[in-house]
Protein backbone atom coordinates (compact mmCIF):
# COMPACT_ATOMS: atom_id res chain seq x y z
CA UNK A 1 0.00 0.00 0.00
CA UNK A 2 1.73 3.41 -1.26
CA UNK A 3 2.45 5.50 2.21
CA UNK A 4 3.30 9.41 1.58
CA UNK A 5 3.37 11.90 4.24
CA UNK A 6 4.20 15.12 3.40
CA UNK A 7 4.76 18.30 5.93
CA UNK A 8 5.82 21.96 6.05
CA UNK A 9 8.57 21.59 8.55
CA UNK A 10 9.03 17.30 10.08
CA UNK A 11 10.53 19.50 13.16
CA UNK A 12 6.81 20.07 14.38
CA UNK A 13 5.03 16.94 13.37
CA UNK A 14 7.51 14.47 15.09
CA UNK A 15 4.31 13.34 16.90
CA UNK A 16 2.85 12.27 13.73
CA UNK A 17 5.46 10.79 12.15
CA UNK A 18 5.59 8.26 15.88
CA UNK A 19 1.98 7.80 15.67
CA UNK A 20 1.97 6.40 11.50
CA UNK A 21 5.31 4.56 12.13
CA UNK A 22 5.93 3.58 15.96
CA UNK A 23 8.54 1.14 15.39
CA UNK A 24 11.12 4.12 13.43
CA UNK A 25 13.79 3.09 16.03
CA UNK A 26 17.05 1.21 14.26
CA UNK A 27 15.11 1.86 10.85
CA UNK A 28 16.72 3.11 7.84
CA UNK A 29 16.20 6.14 5.95
CA UNK A 30 17.34 7.85 2.56
CA UNK A 31 17.67 11.77 3.44
CA UNK A 32 17.97 13.70 0.12
CA UNK A 33 18.76 17.56 1.32
CA UNK A 34 19.10 18.76 -2.10
CA UNK A 35 16.89 21.12 -1.92
CA UNK A 36 18.56 23.26 0.10
CA UNK A 37 21.33 23.36 -2.00
CA UNK A 38 20.00 25.94 -4.13
CA UNK A 39 18.74 28.49 -1.24
CA UNK A 40 22.58 27.90 0.34
CA UNK A 41 20.81 27.24 3.82
CA UNK A 42 23.12 26.24 5.84
CA UNK A 43 23.29 23.17 8.42
CA UNK A 44 20.30 22.57 7.11
CA UNK A 45 21.45 19.57 6.57
CA UNK A 46 23.12 18.16 9.76
CA UNK A 47 19.92 19.78 11.60
CA UNK A 48 17.90 17.48 9.86
CA UNK A 49 19.99 14.47 10.27
CA UNK A 50 20.38 14.94 14.04
CA UNK A 51 16.44 15.54 13.60
CA UNK A 52 15.46 12.22 12.03
CA UNK A 53 18.61 10.52 14.41
CA UNK A 54 16.30 11.58 17.53
CA UNK A 55 13.60 9.95 16.41
CA UNK A 56 16.03 6.25 16.22
CA UNK A 57 16.26 6.16 13.06
CA UNK A 58 20.00 5.33 11.44
CA UNK A 59 20.53 8.72 8.46
CA UNK A 60 21.96 7.40 4.92
CA UNK A 61 22.60 11.05 3.09
CA UNK A 62 21.98 10.70 -0.35
CA UNK A 63 22.65 13.97 -1.99
CA UNK A 64 21.80 13.40 -5.52
CA UNK A 65 23.25 16.53 -7.74
CA UNK A 66 26.66 15.03 -6.82
CA UNK A 67 26.19 11.33 -6.49
CA UNK A 68 26.56 8.31 -9.02
CA UNK A 69 23.94 6.67 -10.42
CA UNK A 70 24.37 3.55 -8.31
CA UNK A 71 24.94 4.81 -5.28
CA UNK A 72 21.34 6.38 -6.00
CA UNK A 73 19.88 3.38 -6.82
CA UNK A 74 21.30 1.78 -3.94
CA UNK A 75 20.41 3.56 -1.43
CA UNK A 76 16.78 4.09 -2.78
CA UNK A 77 16.43 1.05 -2.97
CA UNK A 78 17.84 -0.84 0.21
CA UNK A 79 16.18 1.76 3.19
CA UNK A 80 13.39 1.98 4.57
CA UNK A 81 11.99 4.85 4.16
CA UNK A 82 12.89 8.22 2.32
CA UNK A 83 12.86 11.54 3.23
CA UNK A 84 13.48 14.36 0.95
CA UNK A 85 14.09 17.78 2.37
CA UNK A 86 12.89 21.70 1.95
CA UNK A 87 14.86 24.20 -0.41
CA UNK A 88 14.40 25.16 -3.83
CA UNK A 89 11.31 22.54 -5.48
CA UNK A 90 12.66 23.51 -8.90
CA UNK A 91 16.22 22.55 -8.47
CA UNK A 92 15.09 19.69 -6.54
CA UNK A 93 13.31 18.38 -9.35
CA UNK A 94 16.35 19.33 -11.71
CA UNK A 95 18.22 17.24 -10.03
CA UNK A 96 16.04 13.80 -9.48
CA UNK A 97 15.29 13.57 -12.89
CA UNK A 98 18.73 14.39 -13.71
CA UNK A 99 20.06 11.71 -11.62
CA UNK A 100 17.34 9.14 -12.31
CA UNK A 101 16.43 9.28 -8.70
CA UNK A 102 12.85 9.90 -9.74
CA UNK A 103 12.02 7.26 -11.26
CA UNK A 104 13.39 5.22 -8.67
CA UNK A 105 11.58 6.91 -6.01
CA UNK A 106 8.13 6.45 -7.58
CA UNK A 107 9.00 2.52 -7.98
CA UNK A 108 9.64 2.36 -4.57
CA UNK A 109 6.77 4.25 -2.93
CA UNK A 110 4.55 2.15 -5.37
CA UNK A 111 5.87 -0.50 -3.70
CA UNK A 112 4.88 0.51 0.26
CA UNK A 113 7.89 2.58 1.04
CA UNK A 114 6.68 5.39 3.06
CA UNK A 115 7.98 8.86 1.48
CA UNK A 116 8.57 11.54 3.92
CA UNK A 117 7.85 15.21 1.76
CA UNK A 118 8.37 18.53 3.64
CA UNK A 119 7.91 21.48 1.74
CA UNK A 120 9.85 21.39 -1.19
CA UNK A 121 9.68 17.49 -0.97
CA UNK A 122 6.13 17.66 -0.39
CA UNK A 123 5.82 19.83 -3.79
CA UNK A 124 7.41 17.88 -5.62
CA UNK A 125 5.53 14.63 -5.30
CA UNK A 126 2.67 16.31 -6.39
CA UNK A 127 2.09 15.57 -10.45
CA UNK A 128 3.62 19.22 -11.12
CA UNK A 129 5.24 21.69 -9.60
CA UNK A 130 4.59 24.97 -12.02
CA UNK A 131 2.28 26.00 -9.68
CA UNK A 132 5.08 26.51 -6.73
CA UNK A 133 6.65 29.35 -9.05
CA UNK A 134 4.70 31.36 -6.60
CA UNK A 135 6.65 30.84 -3.48
CA UNK A 136 9.93 28.76 -4.91
CA UNK A 137 12.50 30.74 -8.22
CA UNK A 138 12.43 28.67 -11.28
CA UNK A 139 15.23 30.18 -12.14
CA UNK A 140 17.91 28.57 -10.01
CA UNK A 141 16.88 25.36 -12.03
CA UNK A 142 18.21 26.23 -15.64
CA UNK A 143 18.35 22.67 -16.90
CA UNK A 144 14.59 21.76 -15.76
CA UNK A 145 12.76 20.90 -19.10
CA UNK A 146 9.39 20.36 -17.95
CA UNK A 147 7.49 20.68 -14.45
CA UNK A 148 6.33 17.25 -14.61
CA UNK A 149 6.44 15.72 -10.63
CA UNK A 150 6.77 12.36 -9.26
CA UNK A 151 2.76 12.51 -9.39
CA UNK A 152 3.39 9.73 -6.26
CA UNK A 153 -0.28 11.81 -4.78
CA UNK A 154 -2.80 13.04 -7.21
CA UNK A 155 -3.29 16.25 -5.60
CA UNK A 156 -1.26 19.83 -5.21
CA UNK A 157 0.36 20.35 -1.83
CA UNK A 158 0.71 23.89 -0.86
CA UNK A 159 3.17 24.33 2.36
CA UNK A 160 3.73 27.17 4.93
CA UNK A 161 0.11 28.49 5.08
CA UNK A 162 0.57 31.20 7.77
CA UNK A 163 4.10 31.49 7.86
CA UNK A 164 5.82 35.15 7.89
CA UNK A 165 8.27 34.50 5.09
CA UNK A 166 6.34 32.02 2.62
CA UNK A 167 3.01 32.42 4.08
CA UNK A 168 2.15 35.23 1.13
CA UNK A 169 3.59 33.00 -1.67
CA UNK A 170 0.88 30.24 -0.03
CA UNK A 171 -1.98 32.62 -0.26
CA UNK A 172 -1.07 33.38 -4.34
CA UNK A 173 -0.94 30.02 -5.13
CA UNK A 174 -4.39 29.80 -3.34
CA UNK A 175 -5.40 32.63 -4.93
CA UNK A 176 -4.30 31.97 -8.45
CA UNK A 177 -5.47 28.05 -8.54
CA UNK A 178 -7.60 27.07 -6.10
CA UNK A 179 -10.27 26.96 -8.72
CA UNK A 180 -7.94 25.29 -11.74
CA UNK A 181 -6.14 22.78 -9.40
CA UNK A 182 -7.23 20.23 -6.51
CA UNK A 183 -5.03 22.18 -3.58
CA UNK A 184 -4.72 20.75 -0.14
CA UNK A 185 -2.96 23.31 2.24
CA UNK A 186 -1.36 22.88 5.03
CA UNK A 187 0.38 25.15 7.77
CA UNK A 188 3.77 24.52 9.18
CA UNK A 189 2.21 22.63 11.88
CA UNK A 190 0.11 20.09 9.65
CA UNK A 191 0.62 17.31 7.38
CA UNK A 192 -1.42 15.10 4.66
CA UNK A 193 -1.29 11.39 5.33
CA UNK A 194 -1.67 9.00 2.13
CA UNK A 195 -2.24 5.62 2.62
CA UNK A 196 -3.30 3.62 -0.59
CA UNK A 197 -5.93 6.29 -2.51
CA UNK A 198 -7.08 7.96 0.57
CA UNK A 199 -5.62 11.30 1.81
CA UNK A 200 -6.58 12.54 5.21
CA UNK A 201 -5.38 16.25 7.16
CA UNK A 202 -3.20 15.78 10.34
CA UNK A 203 -3.74 16.27 12.99
CA UNK A 204 -7.39 15.21 12.89
Known sequence: MKRVLLVSMLNNVTELLREIEPELKGKTVTYIPTAAIAEEIEGMAEEETR????????????????????????KLTKNDMIFVGGGNTFFLLQELKRSGADKIIIREVNKGKLYIGESAGAIAACPDIGFSAEMDEPGKAPELADCTGLGVVDFYLVPHLGHPEMGPGAESIIEKYSSKLDLKVIDDHQAILVEGDQASRLPK
Open 51 to 74: LLESLGLLVDELEVSTASRESVEE
